[in-house]
């Protein structure tokens, strides 16, 4: 229906420039009742040339000094049920030897922070961590915690805790 072509011309500059510096509650772009999406994709960021060096397709960028706990950079929210085996967020690469596939990085800021917080309170029977399929492993390792420096005076680089009263000889807190 719309399609915007850019020519070499614009190498530098916006093919869409949308400024709401006064919107406080309204949405800059809305993409709703996708009800009958079965295959197709809502936003596909394409990056088809061999050349990206430093450029980032997707860069969300704030400097919000007031988020809460209820507010969010990045939300992902899915609300239906799923089918067996299903997955909702997935970070797929072909990148070759070297390479990091996801990192979690935090200022010196976050002193007393969390860099990643898995929740998983209402689960009963899952997993809330699973590193399988390390079938390949011959010198590499399935987890390694490092520190260095010599600040560290009663911190543990692993904590591992139980508070549960119901635990039995088959709950266990480590088995091998």
Known sequence: IAKITASDLLA??????ISLAAMTTGKAIDISDMAAITTGKAIHVDATGTTQTSGILVHLDSAGTAITGAGRIFLSDHTGTTGTSAILNEFAS???DETTILRVTGSAALAAGVGLDISAAAMTTGTALDI???AAIT???GIVVAASG???TDGMLISVSDASTAATATGRMIYS
Do not use: I, M, P
Request: no cysteine.
């Open 139 to 141: 010198t590499g390792n």
């Open 132 to 134: 399988g399929g390390l």
């Open 94 to 96: 072909a990148a070759t």
């Open 150 to 152: 010599t600040t560290r």
């Open 12 to 17: 530098a500059g916006f093919a869409l420039d």
